[in-house]
């Protein structure tokens, strides 16, 4: 590559490459000296680099990533021109998908103020796919955290641009989005406790709320908490019902509901 771009230094990469003799190494050398030194003995790099871009096709990258990328690549400039270049490429592209890694992680630590998604599920006790709310794109988000690697890197690009959309996570939003997933309709307005509700579930689901169902089944929750929590919340509207409101009631509910009716029979 540096033979097509300054002609004047192939006689000394031959001598090099050859093992030439002192002789034509020192030949060479005086020959070239300006160039050699410009390119080998210059710690910016800066000839190589401009080398380098002139070769990337518009490839966007800054002048100090891809010096770190050249300064750890072996072989350097002694490999042909299509086998460096394509090695260089591919540390450019690993650069890439590495730096937006480092991003998405920043950006999940601004959000949720935790190093993982599993680590901020353990603190709050509820999955962590609540802090994205109902974003369409919430398990490739959490993904793209946790698994990046299972991406290419323009997903990851566009990951990253979304998460940069996320506003920091309201732990009392997060709560209140799992009540509305889990608690069945019928029972939504009820002063049903959260706590409870989590010690359930992990007891049901196991500790890691990462791990569990998407609609977990709280039907024996549910009965747990009727005679306690529940019921008496309803014994408490009704006695704020005068009479007649309540037999209106009771009649409607025995022409429209069998087995109340057939249990107000025998009662």
Known sequence: MIESVYPILSGFLSAVQSGGSAQDIKLALQQSFEFIKRLFFDHTKSESLLILKSRLNGVSIEDTDLLSILNSMLGGFGLDETTFMDNLQVKIEEFAKQSVV??????????????????????????????????????????????????????????????????????????????????????????????????????????????????????????SQYKGTIAPQIKEKLRGKNAEDLKRKLLQLADENPELGLLFWEG
């Open 102 to 223: 480092l991003k998405i992680k920043g950006e999940w630590t601004r959000i949720s103020s935790t190093g993982t998604p599993a680590e901020w599920a353990m603190n709050n006790g509820m999955p962590a796919r609540y802090v994205f709310g109902s974003h369409p794109d919430t398990t490739d988000l959490l993904r793209a955290i946790e698994q990046p690697e299972t991406f290419a890197a323009a997903k990851l690009a566009d990951m990253l641009e979304i998460l940069k959309e996320v506003k920091e996570a309201s732990i009392a939003d997060c709560q209140k989005t799992l009540m509305t997933d889990v608690i069945p309709v019928q029972y939504k307005k009820f002063d049903i406790s959260l706590a409870s509700l989590l010690e359930f579930l992990r007891s049901q689901n196991g500790n890691q709320p990462n791990n569990w169902p998407l609609r977990p089944d709280i039907t024996e929750f549910i009965k």
